[in-house]
């Protein structure tokens, strides 16, 4: 097909000097997929703004056309599911990230990515809902699962000027909740209330580093985007039985990475002293001692390879998830275990 389109493409140099461009491409520059779609509409959601400033690794592929979500209009397709003239929706599946995205005129994607843009909708109308107001409806029905209703208590949202905090308030608020918005541009205030906020707090009261597991309790549950110390001090002050629905980590992942690695620390801790006093099977046994070995290698082949695999956040990701895996791994099966033999030879030997 020789049709030419505009595209902001990302590229980075000998040095690792990244540069963004305008350019021309034609469709067979396009990475490879089923499904050719006329991209008409996207979004600049805050993956799409650190990978255009390279103030994130967030791009795994080079060059790259940025860009996480879209809509438009399907042109051609091997998929069974779609045909030329279709309206489509495309969120995730780390296009902007390893696959090109939606910042060019088409975009050639896997036909099980996309979805029908439902009916009543125009293709701007979903993306001004965009993978923003998407995460805002999933936090809020996350809430719903964890028996977090209206008539529970407060609610708090944090980042609340942002996309997926100004949606959630509007959400909630048209649910029943009282909502209290947690922002750092106080500017936004009346904004903010007219979206539904029934009270409006300074960021600083979250978001300043606390020693205290517990506080006052303020909300029966809420909706994070920033992470770390706000996402902390959120917890501590949420009431018994309440739950925090977390979809955001712009102030940082410490929280939730010492809180990962902590939990598989104990959780693995105890299934593999569980496993080794009450199981007797030779199988289970070894599994165990096998995940219990796989650990040390991990973090040791980081330390040695540091200089390689440091600036890679796609291999620290993974090298960092194996041991928090293997921890939970090992509490799961140890409950396996035991459910299936509670009572065996060598547990009762013990108590023996």
């Known amino acids: 097909m020789d049709q030419t389109f505009k595209a902001l493409l990302i590229s980075r140099n000998e040095e690792k000097k990244q540069s963004v461009d305008i350019v021309e491409m034609g469709v067979d520059d396009l990475m490879e997929g089923d499904t050719l779609v006329r991209v008409t509409h ?10 255009i400033t390279g103030k994130g690794s967030i791009i795994r592929h080079w060059p790259l056309i940025p860009g996480v979500d879209m809509a438009g209009e399907v042109v051609s397709s ?4 779609f045909k030329p003239g279709d309206p489509v929706l495309l969120n995730g599946y780390r296009v902007g990230e390893v696959h090109y995205g939606a910042y060019a005129g088409m975009a050639r994607v896997k036909g099980d990515w996309l979805v029908h843009r439902p009916k009543g909708f125009s293709a701007a109308d979903t993306m001004a809902i965009g993978t923003a107001g ?18 529970r208590g407060n609610v708090v949202v944090t980042g609340a000027a942002g996309g997926v905090g100004s949606t959630a308030i509007a959400i909630l608020s048209k649910l029943g909740y009282h909502v209290i918005a947690s922002t750092g541009r ?32 303020r909300w029966a549950g809420g909706i994070d985007a920033v992470g770390s110390h706000t996402l902390a001090n959120m917890l501590a002050m949420t009431d018994d039985r309440g739950a925090v629905a977390a979809c955001g980590l712009v102030g940082g992942m410490d929280l939730l990475a010492w809180a990962a690695v902590v939990g598989a620390l104990l959780a693995g801790c105890y299934g593999a002293l569980s496993i080794y006093r ?22 040791l082949w980081f330390l040695v390879f ?31 275990a ?12 013990r108590s023996a």
Do not use: C
């Not at 996207?42 to 990978?51: E, R």
């Not at 091997?78 to 599911?81: I, N, P, S, Y």
């Not at 620290?316 to 396996?336: K, M, Q, T």
């Open 134 to 151: 998407l995460t805002s409806m999933l936090s809020v029905m996350a809430l719903e699962d964890h028996g977090i209703s209206p008539d």
């Open 186 to 217: 106080v500017a936004e205030a009346d904004y903010l209330k007219d979206l539904g906020a029934a009270e409006i707090i300074d960021r600083n009261e979250l978001s300043e580093p606390s020693d205290r597991p517990l506080q006052t309790r």
């Open 306 to 336: 540091a200089n390689e695999t440091g600036p890679h956040a796609w291999y620290a990701d993974r090298l960092f998830a194996w041991p928090v895996a293997a921890g939970f791994g090992l509490f799961l099966l140890s409950v396996i």
């Open 78 to 81: 091997e998929h069974a599911d």
């Open 338 to 349: 035991r459910r299936q033999a509670p009572a065996d030879g060598l547990s009762q030997s």
């Open 278 to 299: 009450h199981v007797a099977d030779a199988a289970t046994r070894r599994q165990a001692l096998l995940l219990v070995l796989s650990v040390p290698p991990v973090p």
């Open 42 to 51: 996207s979004t600049v959601n805050y993956k799409d703004g650190l990978a």
